[in-house]
């Protein structure tokens, strides 16, 4: 039998519709752009079943770290992934404008501009330095 490797990938939207409303129940979240299938897991959990419900179909990246989860906690969450958040929809490495992209930095999304635009900046000052000189000598 041939495994299948390939990684689901959902939309925000159809995340949104699994907050334990519907009639299965299934409450998926969202962690790094990751979903799970936490359904089976809300009974277990040691914060208590409501703190998880709170986030059901919506990210919950923010209130999972700041919670300071251990190593098992993560390796735990890890059983429940059952896909990724679609490219154009994920907060890491989204493209942003010509010129920069977000990326997670300790856990918090920040605009840095890419190389294209960082040679441009040094370019510019380049050519300042030029013009400064020339001045000087001429003054
Ligand atoms: C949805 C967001 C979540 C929030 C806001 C949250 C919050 C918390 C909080 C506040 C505690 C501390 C409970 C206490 O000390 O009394 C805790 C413990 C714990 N949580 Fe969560 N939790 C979340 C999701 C999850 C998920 C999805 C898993 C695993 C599948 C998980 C696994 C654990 C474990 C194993 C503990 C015990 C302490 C530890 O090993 O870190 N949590 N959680």
Redesign the pocket.
């Known amino acids: 039998m041939v495994e299948d490797t390939t990684t689901k990938v959902y939309t925000l939207e159809e995340v949104s519709k699994q907050n334990g409303k519907s009639e299965k129940g299934t409450v998926w979240?969202i962690?790094k752009d990751n979903v799970?299938d936490?359904t089976d897991?809300l009974d277990e959990?040691?914060?208590?079943k409501e703190?998880?419900m709170?986030?059901a179909g919506k990210d919950?990246t923010k209130?999972?770290v700041?919670?300071?989860?251990?190593g098992?906690?993560?390796k735990?969450?890890k059983?429940?992934k059952i896909g990724e958040i679609v490219e154009e929809e994920r907060k890491k490495k989204t493209k942003k404008a010509d010129n920069t992209v977000a990326v997670y930095k300790n856990d918090k999304i920040k605009d840095v501009e890419t190389e294209d635009a960082q040679d441009s900046a040094k370019n510019r000052r380049s050519c300042i330095s030029i013009i400064t000189c020339g001045l000087c000598k001429f003054s």
């Open positions: 979240i962690i799970y936490v897991y959990h040691p914060g208590g703190t998880i709170e986030f919950a209130d999972f700041a919670a300071g989860h251990s098992d906690a993560k735990e969450l059983s429940y």
